[in-house]
């Protein structure tokens, strides 16, 4: 595979696992993927924010890091190609827009000792879907604990990716707006996707590409 280590993201709803897992399977690559369902904060935090934001971004980091040091921290993780769902930015990404002030200034501590230790990809894929269609998506897949999420919070998420992305100085960064496709359902679009991760050449920065 071109790349050796491969990061599909994107807001919540924006199809970031299904991509992952396909592209791992149709590539043979080793798929890690986010351990997020079993974390006890989360339906508590989608009904109380101000209550759980702290103890869910910590736990989030936590089990972050953790998988990412079991998963990808051997000797020979660049002997095999690699695509994950998630980066462990995204517990930073998430935790200003969830944290309080004081909170935020202690998590920010913890993670940049954590963030020194996680490996950079080669590319980082971003998803990008209009709010309206990530609303649309998280309806469709009925976790009940999503069912409180708002308009609001998911533009504040996307936001916080694209400050996050201008920040990036040193890592390739594919912005895909794929609100016209679907790589799903319609093997086209997939192999369309596809052949724009995997064919094309991207600089470092932030490349934005609509599908």
């Known amino acids: 595979m071109k790349y050796r280590y491969l990061v599909i993201e994107g807001n919540i709803g924006a199809g970031k696992t299904s991509l992952a897992s396909l592209l791992a399977k149709e590539t043979g690559s080793r798929l890690v993927l986010e351990a997020f369902s079993d974390n006890p904060f989360l339906a508590k935090f989608y009904e109380d924010p101000d209550r759980y934001a702290f103890q869910l971004e910590l736990s ?17 993780l660049f002997g095999q190609s690699v695509i994950s769902d998630y980066f462990l930015a995204k517990s930073f990404i998430f935790s200003k827009y969830n944290l309080k002030d004081d909170e935020m200034r202690l998590f920010e501590k913890l993670f940049s000792i954590i963030n020194l230790q996680a490996p ?6 971003y998803l990008h879907l209009p709010v309206e269609k990530l609303l649309e998506n998280i309806q469709q897949r009925g976790r009940s604990y999503e069912k409180h999420i708002k308009y609001e919070y998911l533009k504040e998420v996307q936001e ?28 086209l679009d997939f192999q369309q996707l596809k052949k724009v991760i995997f064919e094309g050449e991207y600089r470092v920065g932030m490349n934005r590409l609509i599908l």
């Open 120 to 125: 950079k990809p080669d590319l980082y894929v």
């Open 60 to 76: 989030f980091l936590s089990e972050r890091y953790h998988q990412i040091k079991t998963e990808l921290g051997h000797p020979d």
């Open 160 to 187: 916080g990716y694209f400050g996050f992305f201008k920040s990036q100085l040193e890592m390739k960064i594919l912005v895909l707006v794929t609100s016209q496709i679907d790589f799903v359902n319609n093997l």
